[in-house]
């Protein structure tokens, strides 16, 4: 999927809604995959306003972890970029957030693995030319049955 522009992004995050609502009592694992500057904070501030988040969406890069309860869904962002080492996952006990309902998205799980759990949902977002493109794979059945549920 093309995304033009910073705006595209947000619609293409806020197009993820139905997919999360449809997880709220099940809780789902997406992974936003993608260089630095690749989207992934705009596609999750999108959603988060879709869903009725009125407030400001600050990237976890410092905090490791974000959490918003909008909806009645709990919502979890976290980023691990800064990570220098797996472990560092454990030791932040950030595993319990992922075993609920609640909804988990991840921006570089790749620094926190073999830790973090596997995602249902994979989206990747790269820089293409003075745009971004996104793309949307199911990764377990969970996945695949929410994906159902939006237009994606
Ligand atoms: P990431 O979280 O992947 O590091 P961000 O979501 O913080 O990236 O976005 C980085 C920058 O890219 C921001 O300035 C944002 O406005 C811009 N941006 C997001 N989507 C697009 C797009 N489709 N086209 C152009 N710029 C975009
Ligand atoms: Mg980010």
């Known amino acids: 999927m093309e995304l033009p522009d910073e705006a595209a992004t947000e619609a293409f995050g806020a197009a993820l809604a139905p997919l999360v609502q449809a997880a709220a009592d099940s809780g789902l694992v997406i992974w936003l995959s993608g260089d630095l500057g690749a989207g992934k904070t705009t596609t999750t501030r999108g959603l988060l306003r879709a869903l009725g988040h009125t407030g400001s969406v600050k990237s976890p890069t410092y905090s490791l972890l974000e959490p918003y309860v909008v909806s009645r869904i709990a919502l979890y962002h976290f980023d691990f970029y800064r990570f220098n080492h797996p472990d560092e996952f454990l030791e932040a006990g950030l595993d319990e957030y992922f075993s609920g309902a609640g909804i988990c998205l991840v921006e570089w799980a790749d620094k926190a693995l073999p830790y973090v759990p596997q995602p249902d ?14 793309s949307v794979q199911a990764c377990s059945e969970r996945g695949r049955a929410c994906l159902s549920h939006s237009a994606l």
């Not at 949902?121 to 996104?134: E, N, P, T």
Request: no cysteine; net charge positive; aromatic share 0%.
């Open 121 to 134: 949902i994979d989206i990747q977002l790269r820089v293409a030319g003075s745009g971004r493109v996104a």
